[in-house]
């Protein structure tokens, strides 16, 4: 198991996992990454820079400005939110299009997932509380310090569980549930409930700026939510979470650069499902981007 991290500040010793190997057949690609970045292996860290590949068993983790994009074999795009940790549990190829099975485990932070071309039936997203079955989707969700499980469905549906048993279907439109510490299924029951729980931990139905165009979509149904959100923080003299950017960082002592490896796409690769368009029009990387994150995405994403 290799430790991939992705800094917002300099490390300092402040990371020590168990490693060991799972398979090494290389499965994804950071198409973009904010921060610098490492991989650790063995205890030694190394530089991560788009266009890296990652395997199975491998464990991603940003810090406080981090973010990475991920396009993986089959076409699934996940981001990988702010101070945030996702492992790569197990990815079943059956042929260089789609996969068997997908399974990740998010352990703690902010993402979106857009499912590619593997089956529907392949699909596993597990967290400490919860776990999702998709269809055709394109969601963000959170795990927070409480291991709270927090889901914001936008295009397709999620059968969504928690580790009590209980499960609840969650359909598109920005429909809300979350899954609380002891793994109950609920849905906020108030606007002002929905909105205090995507306040924190989804940044993307805020600002989509720090996105490629092929990891974005539309948000505009999560607008009586976000709207809110943002008057009460105003009110209140705070501020909702948001992607900003990132900040100078330095590498920790020691490091080594890591290099791109030899033909690997830095970029998303042409005919790539939803990268028709981006917002200000840059096809390819990052737009100007607004909250609806409009991006001339061709909707693979909403029927599989």
Same mark, same amino acid.
């Given at each position: 198991? +290799?430790?991939? @991290?992705?800094?917002?500040f300099a %490390?300092?010793?402040?990371?020590s996992?168990?490693s060991?190997?799972i &398979?090494?057949?290389? %499965?994804? @690609?950071?198409?973009? #990454?904010?921060?610098?970045?490492? #991989?650790?292996?063995?205890?030694?860290?190394?530089?991560?820079v788009? !266009?890296?590949?990652?395997?199975? !068993?491998?464990?991603?983790?940003t810090q406080r400005s981090g973010?990475?994009?991920? %396009?993986?074999d089959?076409?699934?795009?996940?981001?990988?939110?702010?101070n945030?940790r996702?492992i790569?549990?197990?990815i079943l190829?059956?042929? !260089?299009?789609?996969?068997?099975r997908?399974?990740?485990?998010?352990?703690? *932070?902010s993402?979106? $997932?857009?499912t590619g071309?593997s089956?529907k039936?392949?699909?596993?997203i597990?967290t400490?509380?919860a776990t999702m079955?998709?269809?055709?989707?394109?969601f &963000?969700?959170? #795990?927070n310090?409480?291991?709270e499980?927090d889901l914001?469905? %936008?295009?397709?549906?999620? +059968?969504?569980?928690?580790r009590?048993?209980?499960?609840k279907?969650?359909? +598109?439109g920005c429909?809300?549930?979350?899954? &609380? +510490?002891? /793994?109950?299924?609920?849905?906020?029951?108030?606007r002002?409930?929905?909105?205090?729980?995507?306040?924190d931990?989804f940044?993307?139905? $805020?600002s989509?700026?720090?996105?490629?165009s092929?990891?974005?979509?539309?948000t505009?149904?999560?607008?009586?939510y976000?709207k809110?959100?943002?008057s009460?923080a105003s009110?209140?003299?705070?501020s909702v979470? /948001?992607?900003?950017g990132?900040?100078?960082?330095?590498?920790?002592?020691?490091?080594q650069p890591?290099t791109?490896?030899?033909g690997?796409?830095?970029?998303?690769p042409?005919g790539?499902? *939803?990268?028709s368009?981006a917002a200000?029009?840059?096809s390819?990387?990052r737009? *100007?981007?607004n909250? &609806? *994150?409009?991006?001339?995405?061709? !909707?693979?994403h909403r029927?599989n």
């Amino acid at each position: 198991m +290799r430790i991939l @991290t992705i800094m917002g500040f300099a %490390l300092a010793g402040a990371f020590s996992f168990y490693s060991s190997s799972i &398979d090494a057949r290389e %499965l994804a @690609t950071a198409m973009d #990454v904010d921060q610098t970045s490492y #991989v650790k292996v063995s205890g030694s860290a190394r530089i991560i820079v788009s !266009g890296n590949r990652f395997s199975q !068993g491998d464990v991603i983790e940003t810090q406080r400005s981090g973010q990475v994009q991920l %396009l993986f074999d089959d076409q699934t795009r996940i981001v990988v939110g702010p101070n945030s940790r996702l492992i790569v549990e197990e990815i079943l190829m059956k042929s !260089g299009r789609s996969a068997n099975r997908f399974a990740v485990t998010a352990v703690k *932070g902010s993402f979106r $997932f857009i499912t590619g071309r593997s089956s529907k039936s392949a699909y596993e997203i597990r967290t400490p509380t919860a776990t999702m079955g998709v269809r055709g989707t394109t969601f &963000d969700f959170s #795990v927070n310090g409480k291991r709270e499980t927090d889901l914001a469905v %936008l295009y397709g549906s999620v +059968r969504f569980c928690g580790r009590s048993g209980e499960c609840k279907r969650v359909n +598109r439109g920005c429909n809300l549930a979350y899954a &609380d +510490r002891r /793994g109950r299924v609920g849905t906020p029951e108030t606007r002002e409930e929905g909105a205090k729980r995507i306040s924190d931990g989804f940044p993307y139905l $805020f600002s989509q700026k720090s996105l490629m165009s092929a990891f974005r979509t539309r948000t505009g149904s999560c607008s009586r939510y976000t709207k809110l959100a943002v008057s009460i923080a105003s009110k209140s003299g705070g501020s909702v979470q /948001g992607v900003n950017g990132p900040a100078p960082v330095s590498a920790p002592a020691g490091t080594q650069p890591a290099t791109t490896p030899a033909g690997t796409p830095a970029t998303t690769p042409t005919g790539s499902p *939803g990268n028709s368009g981006a917002a200000g029009g840059n096809s390819a990387g990052r737009g *100007g981007g607004n909250s &609806d *994150g409009q991006t001339g995405n061709s !909707g693979d994403h909403r029927n599989n």
